[in-house]
């Protein structure tokens, strides 16, 4: 019962950590189909701004996480999508190659200040028991977070006039731009509201991970086979694409290793991609966001 | 894009062809040493992801040249060390040993980091006749003549580990590790070390380098309710673990004794309360008071300054490899290859340094030494207990250079 109870918990954790490193995907690329190479790197430097805040300068680490990571990296998105990224639009091929480039551009830039070393913070709060186990209490509370954060995305994008702007811009600019709605600032900002995510999965997933400027490669190929499993409707999608990858990750890491995880992981992805190659949205709940 | 023309690809390789032609010619006159100067090769990764281990090798191998020259050298000449960077590379480090032997004609390489990178090059510079030093803590079982080790084997350092966990915690112990064969031959080396105990290993779980989320396993760990656990993790990502294991609140449910947890300076990266009561045994701790060490840690860090680190078990081995090597080459009154050999094998190579009494062991090629049990608390080493003068007994029933001077193997556990 209770080693029940204790991989019950472990699932929800590894849906809600996919879930959250995949958020700011699901808009940059999910909606705005920008392939952003440089994903991962976005979620290291909201790790790294977590690291500095709280070590450094002593801030608190919740307000680190939560508040300054996000704005941080949502202005690093922002000064990313003016000087480069909106001349790549509608150019997947090209907005692949310039984001890698920017990916190792970012991890020379971080290597060069911090070094190749291993940095991280305390997670914060104690554990506490489940039966006769242990568990951190902050994945518990990282799992509410990601309920939370995929319920205001979904608020802001189907019941805001922001929301409607941002999605009738993403599935029609030109319609968009005669019925006088600036596009490029839509772009700008559903652009820096995807980095900012990023940089919030990277600084909650700070304390439980390592983070070293190379961190993001590990990032880069599980969110995106999440989010294009996930379909068009980029929320949903990611969010069920999670489910059942999260699912299968962790019982296989639990059950044999985590290299069977990883494993596990990709076949599901290749088979259900196979059976619906637009996406699990692009199949059943095909009118979702 | 790329418009490939047969003109346009026959320009370019014979551009490249020239290129490499004169690069070949320009390097050729340099191949031979002075007379007046004896040439050393260093092989350590200071860049890429074992940088953490290379870059304080590089540096205490560096400073044991600089203070031998300053003492009026080798029989009279000075050593040059000319220092290799393979970057955490296998290729490289073939390239490099062959470059070191061939091209530089070197008396000694002292390299290599992993297990792995030292069986890439160890039968290179064996066929090239080239003296190669190993001084990394491993899991034992190297026999060649040519192959001089002064790091540490199973035996001289994950045994006090097991024989404490076993005795100290109970008799049920779990074992992770890394994914590659070091991680695993030591993880066999546990299981005998647990049968010689009465003792059992539950389960052994080794995660590919790059593994970072250890939920699962935290949670099998758990369930499978071990007396201690035994953790022979590396590298960058897998410092994630410990920090995981502290969030779940386990580092005071089930007890940490780790092969490796410090030679990566995990210690000092990760926060007091994260590493505090984590065991290790280790041949050295910059921590210990031995006067010849306390004089070696003030001379490194006013050599290297701001780039000093602190120095683990494997950092210092650069310092401790040569300066061995170096009482080998004095005795011999030789820089020929045999000579050394014989003279390093010859018993009477005994030494005091920053990591206390050493012996160079005829039979094994190996470095009789102390070992040094420490617990970890507020981001320092507290050492508890020490083993005076260990023999690395590994494989001595399958290999003794003595009686069988050709054999050439890597030897790993019979259970």
Redesign the interface.
């Known amino acids: 019962m209770d080693t029940a109870a204790l991989l019950i918990i472990e699932v929800l954790n590894g849906i809600a950590s996919l879930a959250l490193a995949c958020a700011g995907l699901a808009i940059i690329f999910g909606m705005m189909r920008v392939i952003n190479f440089a994903h991962g790197e976005f979620m290291m430097l909201g790790a790294y701004t977590t690291v500095v805040c709280t070590k450094t300068l002593g801030i608190n680490i919740w307000i680190s996480m939560l508040i300054i990571s996000p704005i941080i990296v949502g202005i690093i998105g922002i000064i990313v999508e003016r000087t480069f990224i909106r001349f790549f639009y509608g150019r997947m091929i090209d907005t692949l190659i310039a984001t890698w480039g920017l990916s190792l551009l970012l991890i020379g830039i971080v290597t060069a200040i911090f070094g190749n070393i291993i940095e991280g913070v305390s997670a914060p709060m104690g554990s506490f028991e489940v039966g006769v186990y242990n568990v951190s209490q902050y994945r518990m509370v990282l799992i509410g977070i990601v309920i939370l954060l995929f319920i205001g995305v979904f608020m802001v994008l189907t019941r805001t006039k922001l929301g409607l702007i941002a999605r009738g811009t993403m599935q029609n600019p030109a319609q968009a731009s005669v019925l006088g709605i600036s596009t490029q600032r839509v772009y700008m900002v559903t652009f820096a509201v995807g980095a900012a995510l990023t940089g919030l999965a990277g600084g909650l997933l700070a304390p439980i991970s390592q983070v070293i400027p190379t961190a993001g490669a590990a990032y880069v190929a599980q969110t995106f086979i999440t989010v294009i499993t996930g379909g068009t409707g980029a929320v949903t999608g990611t969010l069920v694409a999670s489910g059942v990858f999260g699912t299968v990750r962790q019982l296989l890491s639990y059950e044999f290793t985590p290299v069977l995880g990883g494993v596990g992981l990709l076949i599901v992805a290749v088979v259900m991609l196979r059976l619906l190659p637009q996406g699990i949205t692009g199949k059943i709940f095909r009118r979702s966001l | 894009m790329f418009d490939i023309t047969r003109r346009g690809l026959l320009k370019g390789t014979a551009g490249t062809a020239a290129s490499l032609v004169a690069a070949g010619l320009a390097a050729s006159p340099k191949a031979f040493a002075d007379d007046d100067e004896i040439v050393i090769a260093s092989i350590f990764d200071q860049?890429g992801g074992l940088?953490?281990y290379g870059t304080p090798m590089t540096q205490t191998c560096e400073l044991a040249v600089e203070e031998i020259n300053a003492a009026g050298g080798l029989l009279g000449k000075k050593i040059r060390l000319i220092k290799y960077d393979p970057q955490s590379n296998m290729e490289l480090y073939a390239q490099y040993a062959q470059e070191a032997a061939l091209k530089e004609r070197v008396d000694l390489v002292h390299g290599a980091i992993t297990s792995a990178s030292r069986e890439v090059i160890r039968p290179i510079l064996r066929r090239f006749q080239t003296l190669l030093w190993y001084s990394v803590i491993y899991e034992g079982g190297v026999c060649d003549i040519n192959n001089f080790v002064s790091g540490v084997t199973a035996v001289q350092w994950v045994k006090p580990m097991a024989d404490y966990g076993f005795k100290t915690h109970g008799k049920r112990c779990y074992y992770i590790g890394a994914?590659y064969n070091a991680p695993q031959i030591i993880g066999k080396w546990t299981e005998k070390f647990a049968g010689e105990q009465g003792a059992e290993v539950l389960t052994k779980?080794?995660?590919?380098l790059?593994?970072?989320?250890f939920?699962?396993?935290i949670?099998?760990i758990?369930?499978a309710k071990p007396d201690w656990l035994s953790t022979c993790l590396v590298g960058?990502?897998h410092?994630?673990f410990y920090?995981?294991w502290?969030?779940?609140?386990?580092l005071n449910?089930i007890p940490i004794v780790s092969v490796t947890f410090g030679v990566g300076n995990?210690h000092v990266?990760?926060?007091a309360?994260?590493g505090n009561g984590i065991v290790s045994a280790q041949p050295y701790f910059q921590e210990l008071q031995l006067p010849a060490n306390v004089d070696f840690v003030k001379r490194y860090q006013e050599r290297f300054g701001d780039d000093a680190q602190y120095l683990n078990s494997v950092g210092i081995g650069g310092y401790l490899g040569t300066m061995l090597w170096s009482l080998g080459v004095k005795a011999a009154g030789s820089i020929e290859r045999e000579d050394v050999i014989a003279a390093l094998r010859s018993g009477d190579i005994a030494w005091d340094g920053p990591a206390g009494h050493m012996v160079v062991d005829p039979v094994t090629n190996h470095v009789i030494q102390d070992m040094h049990m420490a617990e970890c608390q507020n981001q320092t080493w507290n050492i508890f207990e020490s083993y005076s003068q260990l023999y690395p007994s590994d494989v001595i029933d399958r290999c003794d250079l003595t009686k069988d001077p050709d054999m050439n193997a890597h030897l790993e556990p019979i259970i």
């Open positions: 860049s940088d953490i994914d779980d080794f995660f590919p790059d593994v970072a989320e939920g699962p396993a949670a099998k758990q369930e960058a990502a410092t994630g920090r995981q502290y969030a779940a609140g386990m449910e995990e990266q990760l926060s309360e994260e």
